[in-house]
Every structure is written in C-alpha cells, then in structure tokens.
C-alpha cells in the first residue's frame, strides 16, 4: 500500500471530517424526526390525562346495594379499571357521591372519616369536600375525579368519571 504524502493525508483527512460532520448532522436529525414522532402523541396522551378522563366509554359497574347503605357510611371499590381506588359515600338518605380516591397532590389514598364527615388524605392532612370532592385544606389544589353515578333495581352502579373541567 502507498503511503500518503503530507498533503495527500490531509486532503484526506479534511474529507473524513466533512464526511463525519455530515453524517453526524444526518444523525442528529434522524434523531430529532425521531423523538418529535416519539413524544409527541405521547405528550398530546399526557395532557389529555392531566385534564381528566375525556369521552372514552367507561364500564358500568354495580358498587353496592341501596338497601345496604346507611347515611355516613362509605364503600371502598375500584373504578374504572381495578387499580384506580374509589370511594362511595352515602352523604344523607338517597344521596351518594363517589370519587377516584387517590389524593390529587401526591396520590395517598383518601379515606373517608365517619365523625367529620370528610375525605381525608393522611399523607399531608390534605381534605377534600365529600358533596363536590373540591380540597378544603393541605396541599391539594384539584378536586378528586367524580364518578358518575346511575340508581337502578335498588343498587348504585359507577357509570363514568367526570372530566376535570365539569367539576370547576
Ligand atoms: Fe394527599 Fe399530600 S398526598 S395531601
């Protein structure tokens, strides 16, 4: 193999480097393309998450039976899907409420305390009104998502979740 000259090397050499920075801008705009096409449906999914479920069809599933519900009790149960935690709270005769129970500041569950008749989150003494879900004190800023509730043949069935916006 003939050795390069001086000159001959660095001709070759100022050739590699334009190719490498041609392929290195190639490659960082591949890139880009690629985490543009990645992340954008992924970051419209994320805010549509953020304000709350939108018209996705939800199940409808039986939460207890009317007759076996007393003013001040609550049920725990899961809804829409069996990891979201929820609670039913009958607040007087004929009258229920119910909300995804993970807390909307860092997602403790929140319980429902019998005496105050309140949602509480033990987390950081978070408190959410019972009749609107809003936060009444601590940390939280956002209601607790509202499910949707149907009466029929004597029990209360869970329907839907609210959207974010039709609880403000
Ligand atoms: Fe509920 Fe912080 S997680 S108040």
Known sequence: MEKDDNYTHNIN???????????FMKTMVGAAGLFAVSTL??????????????????????VANLSDLQP???VE???PGEHDGA?????????????QN???HLRCPVFWDREEKELLCP????????????????????????IVLQQKDGAV???????????L
């Open 87 to 99: 609670l039913l709270v009958c607040l007087k005769e004929g009258e229920y409420k119910a909300y």
């Open 123 to 146: 987390c950081h003494h978070g408190k959410f009104d019972a009749a609107t879900g809003r936060p009444l004190a601590g940390p939280p800023r956002r209601p607790l998502p509202e």
């Open 13 to 23: 050499r100022s050739n590699e480097r334009s190719l490498d920075r041609r392929s």
């Open 41 to 62: 449906p992924w970051g419209a999914l994320a805010a549509k998450e953020l304000m709350g479920p939108t018209d996705k069809s939800f199940p409808k599933q039986k």
């Open 102 to 104: 993970a807390c909307t």
């Open 77 to 79: 149960f899961a809804y």
């Open 157 to 167: 069935y869970a329907v839907g979740v609210k959207k974010y916006e039709e609880q």
């Open 72 to 74: 001040g009790d609550a």
